[in-house]
């Protein structure tokens, strides 16, 4: 018996000292979605909101990952914040469909086994990304969508609202300018369907539905602006993760599902390469298989996570129209935030205390 006990122990003790510290390199990365957000259509107050909402979220992902939580708990964390805060085209702020309802998607992936979870087009769940949670943990499943996964979701204890509760007077204005023009746009008001620059500007600055001091002023609906929120992540584990979650596209029709819960396309993570979340035009995502192909061109052609990272958006989807940008992390906790169209919310902390809040491109 005392021969087990030391054998168990000396056992134990070797797979300690072999499983490697990843303490000094915890990361957090988030994205509050690409677009044409640029200085001059953003107010100082407009400003001030998103770096604060972008901070907190920042803060409550990077609180898990110091207390020694796994890199999705993290994820989850800092993704709750985006979700419950108007200003992001995700949970209460979402944008509305063709119909005047929010249809969210969501998406969640685990580096270390590979594992994944999703959910598509659903109306009534407070904070999707818990859903795309427990569908990875909870459920034999990839991916739900509808009146299944909210049946799943109520199932587990998940939060459920009235759909009213998405409701906000910004996004509802979106959703009529775009009707108007019939067109369709992604996330806020876009002018150009066919590719041109610049927004129809009609919902500019200064010409808020809302008096300028409500919160509803300070939600950005100017030019065009793809607002998907995602986190990924390192913990002290060495384990990465990705999270992606999104209303999708204002006056979306048909069921429209983006690639924020395609994996591979708007959210991948895997131990071995890195873990990415995207924002952007949505099928040019799916059709790229962005998030999926920077994880190959390291895993294949051993490229570091930045030029991965750059030959994917910075070329690849440039030439093929595809407008947006991802956020991504390694193993060593390297941190890629490349975006082709001119800016993107965008935020990082390190275990050395760096911190950054970004907004345009320079
Ligand atoms: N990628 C999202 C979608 O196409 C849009 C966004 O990033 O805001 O649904």
């Known amino acids: ?16 000292a072999f499983a490697q510290d ?19 259509n953003m107010s100082p107050e407009r400003e001030k909101a998103y770096r604060e909402g972008l901070d907190l979220a920042l803060q409550k992902g990077y609180e898990v990952l110091k207390k020694g939580g796994t890199s999705v708990q993290a994820v989850e964390a800092a993704i709750h914040v985006m979700e419950d805060s108007p200003l992001f085209n995700a949970g209460k702020g979402a944008v509305f469909t063709n119909e005047g309802k929010n249809e969210m998607d969501a998406a969640i992936m685990e580096g270390k086994t590979l594992k994944a979870g999703a959910v598509a ?6 904070n999707p990304i818990s859903a795309a949670i427990a569908v990875m943990d909870q459920s034999v499943h990839v991916m739900m969508a509808g009146k299944g996964a909210e049946q799943f979701a109520k199932e587990k204890g998940l939060q459920i609202v009235d759909p ?22 992604l996330d806020h ?23 300028p001091s409500s919160p509803s002023s300070l939600i950005f609906t100017e030019g065009k602006k793809f607002g998907t929120v995602g986190c990924v992540a390192l913990d002290k584990y ?18 429209r599902i983006g690639d924020a ?27 790229s298989v962005v998030a999926h192909d920077i994880s190959a061109l390291m895993e294949y052609k051993g490229l570091s996570l930045a030029d991965a990272a750059n030959e994917v958006v910075m070329k ?27 800016g993107m919310y965008r935020g990082y902390i390190k275990s050395d205390g760096k911190r950054e809040i970004l907004i345009y491109k320079d």
């Open 261 to 287: 819960p395609i994996i591979g396309a708007g959210t991948y993570a895997n131990n071995a390469t890195c873990a990415v979340s995207a924002t952007g035009h949505g099928e040019y995502f799916i059709r």
């Open 238 to 255: 060495g384990n990465l993760a990705a999270g992606t979650s999104t209303g999708g596209m204002t006056n979306k029709r048909y069921g």
């Open 189 to 211: 008001n876009a002018k150009e369907e066919n590719g041109g620059k610049g927004g129809t500007e009609e919902g500019g600055k200064g010409k808020s539905p809302s008096s």
């Open 316 to 342: 690849k989807l440039v030439e093929r129209g595809g407008e947006g940008g991802v956020i991504a992390v390694d193993r060593n906790g390297n941190v890629a935030m490349p975006f082709n169209s001119e």
């Open 22 to 40: 990843y303490s000094d390199k915890i990361t957090l990365v988030i994205h509050g979605g690409a677009g044409t957000i640029t200085r001059a």
């Open 164 to 185: 009213s509760y998405f409701y906000t007077e910004a996004r509802y204005k979106a959703l009529e300018r775009a009707k108007a023009q019939e067109k369709t746009e």
């Open 121 to 126: 087009g659903v109306t009534t769940i407070k």
């Open 1 to 16: 018996m005392k021969k087990l006990s030391l054998t168990l122990l000396i056992t134990f003790s070797c797979i300690s």
